[in-house]
């Protein structure tokens, strides 16, 4: 009856550690992949500088925003903004210019430019985000 009990207990108890290590693994699988909520990182820079004078910059970034957020831009990185801003396309709202330089919109609110003394204009024009 003993010999019973025992092969039991070790039967449950390697069971127990099986199971310990598969939700280590798991969890750890889970954060690897994971933003922190209100945080944004850059998953894509592309930059073409064949155009004299001119530099056309791509990025794509992926953002873990809180409810009433979406991903925008602010002090020229990406960030998580309110909204209402994106919607309404009000973009100098969420302050996407780097310091010392002034936002204004495009005329058709599909962006907006950066302008820094000297005459140096950076232009953004969001892409619309693709259907999931």
């Known amino acids: 009856m003993q010999a019973g009990v025992r092969t039991l207990c070790a039967g449950s108890g390697a069971s127990l550690c099986c ?39 791509r990025q794509t970034a992926r953002c873990a925003c809180r409810r009433g957020q979406i991903a925008g831009t602010t002090r020229a990185r990406p960030a998580c ?29 599909s962006g907006w430019t950066c302008t820094r003394g000297g005459g140096r204009i950076k232009t953004v024009t969001p892409l619309p985000k693709e259907p999931s």
């Open 81 to 109: 903004v309110d909204a209402r801003i994106v919607k309404s396309r009000q973009w100098c709202e969420m302050t996407p210019c780097s310091e010392g330089e002034v936002c204004g919109l495009l005329f058709n609110r």
């Open 19 to 57: 199971l310990l290590l598969l939700w280590l693994i798991y969890s750890h699988l889970l954060k690897e992949g994971q933003l922190a909520v209100g945080t944004c990182e850059i998953v894509m820079l592309n930059r073409d500088s064949s155009q004299p004078r001119r530099t056309i910059a």
